[in-house]
């Protein structure tokens, strides 16, 4: 085989790896190109057949992941509703007056008012029906807040000459009995306003066998005991 001949099939060989590799390695098909020839890697641009099924395709990926990961912009837009924790007051809607003092607590440490206020009750209508003992207790915070009386509870009951249970102006120790704990419910619900007055200004009362012949706008008679303001 003469010189020219070897020549010309190593030059062949050549030609045709070169071509082999420039055609199947993007890289270096880039590489290649782009110093030579300052020729920016042209778009990728998918097949016609392909180009055709991509709204199909982009529809399928939403519907597939719609039950499972929403899009950033679905879950910005989407408001984030926090539970608003319910209001816990004092001032609750009972069906009766009977069911708001059955829900009163009272055991334990009494405060000082609200016991004068009980020892009122207890004292004065621990044998009416529970409207007649709001009334009581409502006659002594009444008093306190006129302005006309001593502006405690405790000071109401010790005034002199106004109630007949208090002597010497000491106020009684109740037993603790039953009677005695519905009179501390009693004056929770009169104090914490759980249930309507039901002898609003009233500032006077007494019992319906004795006629003081008091000439005062009546409110209401409750039980065996008539108010006035």
């Given at each position: 085989m003469t010189f020219r001949v070897r020549a010309a099939i190593i030059a062949a060989v050549t030609f045709c790896a070169g071509a082999v590799a420039v055609g199947t390695t993007p890289g270096l098909a880039f590489e290649i190109r782009n110093p030579i020839l300052n020729d920016p890697e042209p778009e990728t641009v998918p097949p016609a057949d392909i180009a055709e099924k991509l709204p199909a395709l982009r529809a399928a990926l939403v519907a597939q992941g719609a039950g499972a990961t929403h899009s950033v912009e679905f879950a910005e837009s989407k408001p984030v509703v926090q539970p608003v924790p319910e209001e816990e007051a004092e001032d609750l809607d009972f069906a009766s007056l009977s069911d708001a003092v059955a829900a009163q607590e009272v055991t334990g440490a009494v405060d000082r008012?609200?016991?004068?206020?009980?020892?009122?009750?207890?004292?004065?209508?621990?044998?009416?029906?529970?409207?007649?003992?709001?009334?009581?207790?409502?006659?002594?915070?009444?008093?306190?807040?006129?302005?006309?009386?001593?502006?405690?509870?405790?000071?109401?009951?010790?005034?002199?000459?106004?109630?007949?249970?208090?002597?010497?102006?000491?106020?009684?120790?109740?037993?603790?009995?039953?009677?005695?704990?519905?009179?501390?419910?009693?004056?929770?619900?009169?104090?914490?306003?759980?249930?309507?007055?039901?002898?609003?200004?009233?500032?006077?009362?007494?019992?319906?066998?004795?006629?003081?012949?008091?000439?005062?706008?009546?409110?209401?008679?409750?039980?065996?005991?008539?108010?006035?303001?």
């Open positions: 008012e609200l016991r004068c206020v009980a020892i009122g009750v207890y004292y004065e209508s621990k044998g009416e029906p529970l409207s007649g003992q709001l009334a009581v207790a409502n006659v002594i915070l009444n008093r306190a807040a006129s302005g006309r009386y001593p502006s405690s509870a405790c000071a109401v009951l010790t005034q002199r000459s106004q109630f007949s249970f208090v002597r010497g102006g000491r106020l009684p120790t109740p037993p603790n009995n039953t009677a005695w704990r519905r009179a501390l419910a009693v004056a929770q619900v009169a104090e914490r306003n759980l249930w309507e007055n039901p002898v609003p200004r009233a500032l006077f009362f007494h019992a319906n066998y004795v006629s003081p012949n008091w000439r005062r706008p009546r409110v209401a008679t409750i039980g065996n005991h008539i108010f006035y303001r």
